[in-house]
Structures are given as C-alpha cells and as structure tokens.
C-alpha cells in the first residue's frame, strides 16, 4: 500500500515536522499504533524494544505504586 504521512499542522495552515511510515510497518506493530514516536527509523515499532518495554514497565509499576498510596491515605482517613 502507501505510507502514512504524519506532521504538525499550525494554526497558519502549514504543517511542519512531517514524518512519512509505510502502512506494512504500521501493521506490523501488534497493537497498530498510530503515533510516529513509536517506530524507529529502520520501521521497527517500539513493542519489541527491550529498552522501551522496561521504561513501560517501571512508568507502570510508579504509577500503581502511586494509585495504591493514594488508596491507603483515603482509608486511613475514615
């Protein structure tokens, strides 16, 4: 198929920052993500990055940790 053309569109009309991915890379991603941050330059989607998987994992791990806080401090307050 063709690629997917993703920018900034200002508030003058032009658009900046315009980055193309090719569909087939688009889905290749499992979860078919539709964010440019997410593929790298050779197309690979950052799912099956180890490095990015492990920020995931931690950014995740902070904001239960953060949840369950918040949790504990409502219980204590009845």
């Given at each position: 198929m063709g690629d997917v053309e993703f920018g900034t569109l200002n508030r003058d009309g032009t658009?900046?920052?315009?980055?193309f991915i090719k569909?087939?890379?688009?889905?290749?991603?499992?979860?078919?993500?539709?964010?440019?941050?997410?593929?790298k330059t050779d197309?690979?989607?950052l799912c099956f990055d180890k490095g990015e998987q492990d920020r995931i994992r931690a950014e995740r791990l902070a904001r239960r940790a953060k949840t369950l806080a918040a949790?504990?401090?409502q219980k204590a307050r009845k």
């Open positions: 658009v900046t920052n315009v980055r569909q087939s890379d688009i889905m290749k991603c499992p979860l078919c993500i539709m964010v440019p941050e997410h593929y197309g690979t989607c949790i504990e401090r």
